[in-house]
């Protein structure tokens, strides 16, 4: 879509035979207008999949960050216009502002959703994309993250965070469990049942979760496999907490409590070869979260008086503080692409809300502000997208906003109260 997408490119890179890549930063950026019509259906047997499917394709391309999804309500173009683009009258799609239109086709066989997606530059009348995908019919979503997927990786040249997926706490009465679902709240299930389990992260390959459980009426750290039995790593009366597995999946980072204080700890992901790498006889030393690279290992620490943000090497060596504006930092991740982590901090007006700073100059810049309490964030496995809980329309929600605090919206996950939300990264294959 090289005339198309031009304008929107902060460094376009052409190519021959390749469509230029869209850039998702600088100040010249903004999303490509898009018209996403209802997907059309082949046979009879895709029709009851059209609504389940529709929400969640809808939902990733509007939270992408790469693309303006137009509304339908002002769409002139006859709803039953075909796929091929000898069918389509592109001049109506150009009245309603669309620069770029997806075409969508469903059907169902034997058990086998299949779809078929189309992407046209409204402007000259061209096919750029064509792509078919296919899923089991009792999980049209996972189609619809496919398709989009391919339709992001077209734009960008990279993975999309539609095939990933989320770990939250969910709270019920005194109840507080883990779950795991899509990356967009669908397809939820409980790992614990009752009880008090919280503080959950993934896996490198997001086959297994850790987490904090009062099982035994005491802080312990256990992890589970979907579909596995929990496994106690990290037990044994001390309180440990906040466990955090690193890129290579092969150790966890963790607090454990000693009398007046809290240091960091590392241990093989077993639980074994347990070693501090804080050391502060008062205070407390939380929530690590690691470096992309797997060398570095950023906490929280009010070693200086109140709760700041600080980096160390994952041996323990190198300690520097990185926040130094406010007095109450917390919930650090650290972004997949190396350059920003993410916090929460008390404001001025005693307002939680959500904050990057940069790991190499310390600059901080606000996400959220004037919308609740906005807390315990974590990267995409791309780090093009942020999860968060958000209080703005009453209870702990999830939410999502591109990494520059634009594009706030929540995820489609079922009413609750939501806790500590982690994002795995991008599975091997899907």
């Known amino acids: 879509m090289k005339a198309l997408l031009l304008s929107l490119l902060l460094l376009p890179v052409v190519a021959l035979a390749q469509a230029p890549t869209i850039e998702i930063s600088g100040a010249n950026f903004r999303p490509l207008p898009v018209a996403v019509p209802a997907p059309l259906t082949q046979n009879d047997g895709a029709k009851a999949l059209v609504a389940p499917f529709d929400s969640a394709f809808s939902f990733d391309l509007a939270a992408s960050g790469i693309l303006q999804v137009l509304d339908r309500k002002g769409f002139t173009a006859d709803a039953k216009e075909g796929m091929a683009a000898a069918s389509i009258n592109f001049s109506r799609w150009a009245d309603v502002g669309a620069e770029a239109l997806v075409k969508v086709s469903l059907a169902q066989d034997a058990g086998v959703l299949r779809g078929e997606l189309r992407l046209f530059n409204v402007g000259t009348g061209r096919e750029d994309l064509k792509v078919s995908k296919d899923a089991p019919a009792d999980n049209a979503s996972l189609l619809a993250h496919r398709l989009a997927d391919a339709l992001y990786r077209h734009f960008t040249r990279e993975p999309s965070p539609f095939l990933s997926?989320?770990?939250?706490?969910?709270?019920?009465?005194?109840?507080?469990?883990?779950?795991?679902?899509?990356?967009?709240?669908?397809?939820?299930?409980?790992?614990?049942?009752?009880?008090?389990?919280?503080?959950?992260?993934?896996?490198?390959?997001?086959?297994?979760?850790?987490?904090?459980?009062?099982?035994?009426?005491?802080?312990?750290?256990?992890?589970?496999?979907?579909?596995?039995?929990?496994?106690?790593?990290?037990?044994?009366?001390?309180?440990?907490?906040?466990?955090?597995?690193?890129?290579?999946?092969?150790?966890?980072?963790?607090?454990?409590?000693?009398?007046?204080?809290?240091?960091?700890?590392?241990?093989?992901?077993?639980?074994?070869?347990?070693?501090?790498?804080?050391?502060?006889?008062?205070?407390?030393?939380?929530?690590?979260?690691?470096?992309?690279?797997?060398?570095?290992?950023?906490?929280?620490?009010?070693?200086?008086?109140?709760?700041?943000?600080?980096?160390?090497?994952?041996?323990?060596?190198?300690?520097?503080?990185?926040?130094?504006?406010?007095?109450?930092?917390?919930?650090?991740?650290?972004?997949?692409?190396?350059?920003?982590?993410?916090?929460?901090?008390?404001?001025?007006?005693?307002?939680?809300?959500?904050?990057?700073?940069?790991?190499?100059?310390?600059?901080?810049?606000?996400?959220?502000?004037?919308?609740?309490?906005?807390?315990?964030?974590?990267?995409?496995?791309?780090?093009?997208?942020?999860?968060?809980?958000?209080?703005?329309?009453?209870?702990?929600?999830?939410?999502?906003?591109?990494?520059?605090?634009?594009?706030?919206?929540?995820?489609?996950?079922?009413?609750?109260?939501?806790q500590t939300p982690d994002w795995a990264p991008l599975p091997q294959a899907q």
């Open 165 to 418: 997926r989320i770990t939250y706490v969910r709270k019920a009465g005194t109840n507080r469990d883990v779950y795991v679902a899509d990356w967009d709240g669908g397809n939820a299930r409980a790992l614990t049942k009752g009880g008090i389990n919280i503080l959950p992260a993934l896996s490198q390959d997001g086959s297994q979760v850790a987490f904090t459980t009062y099982r035994k009426n005491r802080p312990d750290i256990y992890v589970q496999s979907p579909g596995g039995e929990a496994k106690a790593v990290i037990s044994g009366g001390q309180m440990a907490t906040g466990a955090a597995f690193s890129p290579d999946g092969k150790r966890i980072a963790y607090s454990l409590a000693e009398g007046e204080s809290a240091q960091v700890y590392v241990a093989n992901a077993d639980g074994s070869g347990a070693r501090a790498l804080t050391d502060t006889p008062y205070g407390l030393n939380t929530s690590p979260t690691w470096s992309p690279d797997g060398k570095r290992i950023a906490f929280v620490s009010n070693r200086g008086g109140s709760p700041q943000v600080y980096i160390m090497n994952a041996d323990g060596t190198g300690v520097r503080r990185l926040t130094f504006q406010g007095n109450y930092n917390q919930t650090p991740d650290w972004s997949p692409r190396g350059d920003l982590i993410v916090f929460t901090a008390r404001d001025e007006r005693n307002a939680f809300d959500l904050f990057t700073v940069s790991v190499e100059t310390g600059k901080v810049t606000r996400l959220t502000q004037d919308q609740g309490s906005n807390e315990e964030p974590a990267f995409s496995p791309n780090g093009r997208l942020i999860v968060f809980t958000s209080t703005r329309n009453g209870g702990s929600q999830l939410y999502v906003m591109t990494a520059d605090g634009n594009n706030q919206l929540p995820l489609r996950a079922e009413k609750g109260v939501y």
